[in-house]
């Protein structure tokens, strides 16, 4: 149990476009999503919390009308990255949480090429 | 506030040999803490964690963690790895009555040699 999946697993876009990243947790709702952004050889930045029906919650240095986050349920969130440049390409991993300890249990990733 | 510190962003063993990554963590209250494990270009991966009951979890794939309270540490172990587990692995940590969003180390890759 605690399947989570993310799609796409990688898209190529152009600068400019906007891209969606849907996130689902497959058998389990969940009360929590985590979107995260990971660069190569480092650690997971985490961008934003969502609950569902209620506003995104997101870090600092994240620009909220950049990464655009909507919780429509309790299993699926998207992440809409707009007007994508070649600086947002990295491999974004959402997550999503149902217990009272945070346990993450992780999508397997997005990664998107800006070119 | 809480904090996670991995030490060693390698660790390199042997096929067969103990496998030890270090993670200490720094939390007001008593914490949550994991272990996830990361393959290439794929998500996360929860191994194993630690809810305040045994100290010593038990996780997938022959893993296993301590919870000593008097080191604020939580490593991670294996008696004898595999080529298979060669992967980045990260410590994290929450805390009860908080917000339940996990800190993250920077991540300990393992390096397993034939």
């Known amino acids: 149990g605690a399947v989570v999946s993310q799609h796409p697993s990688w898209v190529i876009c152009k600068s400019g476009t906007s891209v969606k990243i849907e996130c689902r947790s497959l058998?389990?709702?969940?009360?929590?999503m985590f979107w995260y952004r990971q660069f190569p050889k480092q650690s997971l930045m985490l961008m934003a919390t969502?609950?569902?029906?209620?506003?995104?919650?997101?870090e600092q240095g994240v620009e909220k009308d950049k990464f655009l986050i909507n919780h429509a349920s309790l299993t699926l969130s998207t992440l809409t990255v707009t007007s994508a440049h070649p600086e947002d390409s990295s491999f974004y991993i959402c997550s999503a949480s149902r217990d009272r300890a945070g346990t993450q249990y992780f999508g397997p990733g997005t990664r998107l090429l800006v070119l | 506030a809480q904090s996670v510190t991995q030490l060693g962003s390698h660790v390199s063993v042997s096929e067969g040999a103990l496998v030890l990554l270090r993670c200490n963590y720094s939390s007001s209250v008593p914490p949550y803490l994991f272990w996830y494990v990361q393959y290439p270009n794929q998500g996360l991966q929860l191994l194993l964690k630690?809810?305040?009951?045994?100290?010593l979890v038990k996780g997938i794939n022959g893993f296993e963690a301590e919870f000593k309270k008097s080191e604020t540490s939580f490593h991670l172990t294996k008696p004898s790895a595999h080529m298979s587990d060669a992967a980045e692995y990260f410590c994290?940590?929450?805390?009860?009555?908080?917000?339940?969003?996990?800190?993250f180390g920077r991540g300990t890759s393992l390096i397993v040699h034939p």
């Open positions: 969502s609950n569902e029906g209620s506003k995104a919650t997101y």
């Open positions: 058998d389990f709702q969940a009360t929590t």
């Open positions: 630690y809810t305040s009951a045994a100290t």
């Open positions: 994290a940590v929450t805390a009860p009555g908080g917000s339940y969003i996990p800190t």
